[in-house]
């Protein structure tokens, strides 16, 4: 199974043909570098009492593993990464993701780049939105529009990025072994994640169009609410944000400009 995951689980080309895409065209033409939606979720898992206490994630009673994805703007998923423990904090699952070159982590090149939400560091290759902001889509219904240029940009962000949470959305809903783990053992239970996913781009690629995917393959499905060298990142990762900020910048002017 793991090598059927394998074939279908694979980066992007990291050069989509943006006059084919379905959603929001306009602003993805804005959003030019972006080639996906990076996040995180919270798998439910079975284990051993006197190893629970690491898995307990977000307070809640229950365990869980932390898992780290990667999908394209066809609810693909590129690449996914399952077993961290629930308390994890998502952005220390992404760094230590990408420290380990045997994990493969599909970097992108220097003009493109990631959505992620507020939860990763807004750096090259990582667009986040604007902290301490209003940002989920949630936040802008009921006719509440955005009125700053900030408020503006993570408006477009988030609808954007919301293709990371209806694919997750997808994904649950289709297995419910998700919501609840058998006591397998635990790299079984990281591998059943990791299954799941396969089939799911098997699915998505053969263009299956069923009750699961009719359900969140809608742009305005909202959802409430988050190889390098790492030794000589200083100055580096300095300049990397300061590229990313500027960038941002662009984005906020065009958009600001083009009144979408």
């Not at 230590?96 to 990631?114: A, G, I, L, Q, V």
């Not at 902290?131 to 009125?147: G, I, K, V």
Request: charged share 25%; aromatic share 12%; proline share 7%.
């Amino acid at each position: 199974m793991l090598k059927f995951a394998r074939e279908m689980v694979v980066p992007t080309t990291f050069n989509p043909d943006l006059d084919q895409v379905t959603y929001h065209q306009r602003l993805r033409k804005i959003f030019k570098g972006a080639v996906g939606a990076l996040d995180g979720t919270l798998i439910r898992a079975s284990i051993p009492p006197a190893q629970q206490t690491p898995y307990r994630g977000r307070g809640r009673g229950d365990c869980y593993q932390n898992v780290l994805a990667i999908c394209d703007f066809d609810m693909i998923f590129t690449f996914v990464w399952a077993g961290w423990e629930g308390v994890a904090h998502d952005s220390r699952v992404l760094t230590e993701t990408m420290r380990d070159p045997n994990n493969n982590f599909p970097f992108p090149p220097p003009d493109k780049y990631y959505l992620c939400d507020a939860a990763y560091p807004n750096t090259r290759g990582f667009m986040a939105p604007h902290r301490n902001t209003r940002y989920w889509l949630s936040d802008f219904r009921n006719d509440r529009r955005a009125r700053t240029r900030e408020e503006k940009f993570n408006h477009a962000h988030a609808k954007l990025r919301n293709v990371i949470e209806r694919s997750f959305g997808v994904l649950k809903a289709r297995f419910p072994i998700l919501k609840i783990m058998p006591p397998y053992p635990f790299n079984v239970q990281r591998n059943i994640v990791i299954a799941c996913v396969a089939v799911h781009n098997y699915l998505r690629r053969m263009k299956v169009m069923d009750d699961f995917f009719e359900q969140f393959d809608r742009a305005e499905v909202i959802f409430q609410q988050p190889h390098r060298n790492f030794a000589q990142e200083g100055t580096q990762r300095q300049a990397d944000q300061m590229f990313m900020t500027n960038l941002r910048d662009q984005i906020e002017n065009e958009l600001m400009n083009r009144r979408v």
